[in-house]
């Protein structure tokens, strides 16, 4: 299956809030609601955001939110801090024991 | 909580065979409802599937590397192994162990990650 698709890059200042998309088919993200956001720092592991569309793990702030529509996922960050300064890539489940990535998302903060 | 790290050689010959264990701890793999992942990422690059496997053995390969891949699990060790055949200087990426849940998702905990070079 092909990747999910994401912005190669979004950026933001401090305070504001910022989405970004993650585009996939019927076959992926439109069929299920189990889409998953991590966060890469340079040099570290992806940590898990966001999980089955919009739910958050115990830890992760409330700033970070995620919702669907159709075929495209989105991850919101509020009130921008320069900590969320990272990679984010999006994760669908696609049917069959498989799931696919997005080609992942550069968070510049200004 | 449950914590998984990569152990392996940093660097490997092409045409070699790429080894990586990953040891799980606080946690047991035999308890099931979680496939055992293998992830990789290239150097400035996005994630990719190697493959995974559950507790009971079965497993699944992404089909790209199908034909070069094989990973097993060890439960009396609580680790589970990637063994990638004939590398090339493609294969060089770092290589993430991971915990996917049930539809394999979330993916959670990661490994730290290990580094993996080909080269002669």
């Known amino acids: 299956q092909s990747a999910l698709t994401q912005p190669a890059s979004v950026s933001g200042s401090p305070g504001q809030s910022i989405t970004i998309s993650c585009t996939g088919t019927?076959?992926?993200?439109?069929?299920?609601?189990?889409v998953s956001w991590y966060q890469q720092h340079p040099g570290k592991a992806p940590k898990l955001m966001i999980y089955e569309v919009s739910k958050r793990p115990s830890g992760v702030s409330n700033r970070f939110s995620g919702s669907k529509s159709g075929n495209t996922a989105s991850l919101t960050i509020s009130g921008l801090q320069a900590e969320d300064e990272a990679d984010y890539y999006c994760?669908?489940?696609?049917?069959?024991?498989?799931?696919?990535f997005g080609g992942g998302t550069k968070l510049t903060v200004l | 909580q449950v914590q998984l790290q990569e152990s392996g050689p940093g660097l490997v010959k092409p045409s070699q065979t790429l080894s990586l264990t990953c040891t799980v701890s606080?946690?047991?793999?035999?308890?099931?409802?979680?496939?055992w992942s293998w992830i990789r990422q290239h150097p400035g690059k996005g994630l990719e599937w190697i493959g995974y496997?559950?507790?009971?053995?079965?497993?699944y390969y992404n089909p790209s590397l199908k034909s070069r891949v094989t990973i097993s699990v060890d439960t009396s060790k609580n680790q589970f192994s990637l063994k990638l055949s004939s590398v090339t200087a493609a294969d060089t990426a770092v290589y993430y162990c991971?915990?996917?849940?049930?539809?394999?998702?979330?993916?959670?905990?990661w490994g730290q990650g290990t580094l993996v070079t080909v080269s002669s």
């Open positions: 991971a915990r996917a849940g049930v539809m394999l998702t979330p993916i959670d905990p």
């Open positions: 994760c669908s489940y696609a049917g069959s024991s498989t799931s696919v």
């Open positions: 606080g946690g047991s793999i035999s308890s099931g409802g979680y496939y």
């Open positions: 496997i559950y507790y009971s053995g079965s497993t």
């Open positions: 019927s076959s992926d993200v439109g069929s299920y609601n189990l």
